[in-house]
């Protein structure tokens, strides 16, 4: 999967760099955080690869560094459910050509619904673009479901709103998923996400205790569970192994079965429990 910064879309944008060959039939892509990414993104992610495989576009994702909530509501906001890596890692196994990362900025925001459009039209030959019924781009947002399919008709472009994914009565969203997350409910996450929930931790320092290794809880950009004892895997190197993790108000405590030593703990993921909270 090929990335591109929007800085680089920008200087193709502008003629300052020659747009990639594998542009020139035309791409077809989804924008958005794609916080899990969850069973609501895949939906569009399949409308994507849908609309490539039979038209011929490349398929690929416009997305951020971070969720925009830690963006815009950074003293309340409670943590990504993914790390870039990860979600890029998602988007390469379902079969993604591209992924244009935007690090998010108070320039970029001033960026006009239908201008973000044309840049992404010239820039990438946009021809086709799946979102949720409820996204909003450009400045303040003004950019809606009726704006984009007005400005795709005038551009010929294909937009698609496809229905919400429910879970339980409710829409699928990531703050849903978080929600369960912080009150331990691994379970519904699991069946939300299409997958356990895991902590990436290729650049946690854990500290050695005897059988027991801490991080503190700051280090992690991710959402964590409230205190409570969890049963969990570590995903090592070359296996994984099961063991118990406590949250503590400022630290996550693992305790290594049997005493053994870990090499670099790549990645905590949380087992559903039939009682969906621990």
């Not at 303040?140 to 400005?151: H, L, N, V």
């Not at 691994?186 to 205790?209: K, P, Q, R, T, V």
């Not at 949250?247 to 290594?256: G, I, S």
Request: one cysteine or more.
């Amino acid at each position: 999967m090929i990335l591109l910064t929007w800085a680089r879309i920008e200087r193709i944008f502008k003629g300052q760099e020659e747009r990639p060959d594998f542009f020139s039939k035309g791409s077809a892509v989804t924008i958005g955080s794609f916080d899990g990414p969850h069973i609501g993104h895949d939906v569009l992610f399949n409308e994507v690869l849908d609309a490539s495989e039979s038209c011929g576009y490349v398929p690929g994702v416009i997305t951020f560094t971070h969720s925009l909530g830690g963006y815009k509501r950074p003293g309340a906001y409670e943590g990504d459910l993914s790390t870039l890596d990860q979600r890029l890692e998602s988007f390469r196994e379902k079969g993604m050509s591209f992924a244009v990362v935007i690090d998010f900025s108070a320039e970029f925001g001033k960026i006009k619904g239908q201008d973000f459009l044309r840049m992404l039209k010239e820039s990438c030959c946009l021809r086709f673009l799946a979102e949720g019924r409820d996204f909003r781009c450009g400045y303040r947002g003004a950019f809606g479901m009726k704006e984009i399919s007005d400005y795709s008709v005038c551009n010929g472009i294909t937009a698609q709103f496809p229905e919400p994914v429910l879970f339980k009565g409710n829409r699928v969203s990531s703050s849903l998923i978080r929600s369960c997350i912080q009150r331990g409910d691994f379970c519904s996450a699991a069946e939300m996400l299409g997958h356990n929930y895991a902590l990436d931790c290729s650049e946690i320092a854990w500290n050695c205790e005897g059988s027991q290794f801490t991080a503190e809880r700051h280090s992690f950009l991710q959402a964590l569970p409230a205190d409570g004892e969890y049963d969990v895997v570590a995903i090592l190197p070359e296996n994984r192994m099961q063991m118990r993790l406590t949250a503590e108000p400022h630290f996550l405590r693992l305790e290594v079965p049997h005493g053994d030593t870990l090499p670099c703990i790549r990645a905590v993921e949380f087992i559903c429990n039939d009682l969906g909270e621990s």
